[in-house]
């Protein structure tokens, strides 16, 4: 089947090149329903976008409606006017309008006015999951289930440094091979994939220009990030990293909804140590590792798909 994409006008912050600005979305329904009572919301990391889900959507749509969304300056979403404005809380506000609008879809379609009847989970990988995190903390946020595909409240330093080191360059490519070639060089730690794999994980990740190929996002969702990294280090910056992490540990521990933790055992992000915490507090989230496999996995690996779906379908 072919997901359908959908956009969706937010408010808050000005796209680049409009007044209003819309996110993107895919839906992905194999169930015979127009309008399941049961939605997956599936949100992917830094520079990545939706079409990330393709597999694991493919898996949970017989089941469920799966919407996949691109985030602000991703994909086919807008690109913001202001660059410092692509950070969470502006994620977290457009997720919870595009849930409340799934909400009164489905109560139009069900002819009831109880907005919480449709049920909604949610898998985030890396950034997804810190903005899955702000939502199911919310007593509003009305989710029944969380997936982190891993992150968690401590990120380590070193993985932003690698992060940092090529996001917000966009180089041109003659082919969609030679950019899927160098998008695998800076993904390496996504773990073992076919090359059939890795290029439709690629082609998305695509656009096309005066010459060939380049990256979807646009590059200034690099300056608030490259603005973190260049804080300059002391025990102010020390200060407020340890506050920054203070405040996700209290989302995580606010969240009620049984969760899911996925970690690559290689990860540079999730540390084992910060993982083992995770299922000792707040919703004790149920902890699956990956072998061979770092920041982030894909999600296309059978064993991670079936980690997922299980997670997300048992009674």
Request: glycine fraction near 8%; proline fraction near 7%.
């Amino acid at each position: 089947m072919e997901p359908v994409l959908h956009h969706l006008d937010v408010p808050g912050p000005r796209a680049k090149h409009s007044d209003e600005r819309r996110i993107a979305w895919w839906e992905w329904n194999a169930t015979g329903q127009p309008c399941p009572a049961h939605v997956v919301v599936c949100v992917h990391g830094l520079s990545r976008q939706s079409r990330d889900f393709d597999v694991l959507a493919q898996a949970l749509a017989p089941h469920a409606c799966v919407v996949c969304v691109d985030v602000a300056g991703r994909g086919h979403s807008d690109w913001l006017a202001d660059p410092m404005a692509y950070q969470i809380p502006t994620y977290a506000n457009d997720l919870g309008v595009l849930l409340a609008h799934l909400r009164q879809r489905h109560a139009a379609v069900a002819g009831t006015a109880e907005p919480y009847a449709l049920t909604i989970d949610w898998v985030g990988t890396s950034m997804g999951g810190l903005i899955g995190m702000t939502l199911a903390a919310q007593p509003a946020g009305g989710l029944r289930r969380l997936v982190l595909n891993d992150v968690g409240p401590v990120i380590e330093p070193s993985s932003l440094r690698r992060i940092g080191a090529y996001l917000g360059i966009q180089p041109v490519f003659a082919s969609e091979q030679a950019a899927a070639d160098a998008l695998w060089e800076i993904s390496r730690s996504f773990g073992p994939h076919t090359p059939e794999q890795w290029l439709a994980l690629s082609r998305p990740m695509l656009r096309a220009v005066q010459g060939g190929w380049t990256f979807h996002y646009d590059p200034d969702i690099a300056v608030p990030f490259k603005a973190l990294l260049a804080a300059e280090d002391g025990e102010a910056t020390r200060q407020a990293a340890q506050a920054g992490e203070a405040v996700l540990w209290q989302l995580y521990d606010a969240i009620t909804a049984p969760t899911l933790l996925l970690r690559g055992a290689q990860s540079d992000l999730l540390s084992r140590e910060t993982a083992l915490a995770m299922t000792q507090r707040g919703p004790r989230a149920r902890l699956v590792e990956f072998a061979g496999v770092g920041h982030a996995p894909t999600l296309v690996a059978d064993d991670q798909v079936a980690a997922v779906r299980a997670f997300l379908l048992e009674a």
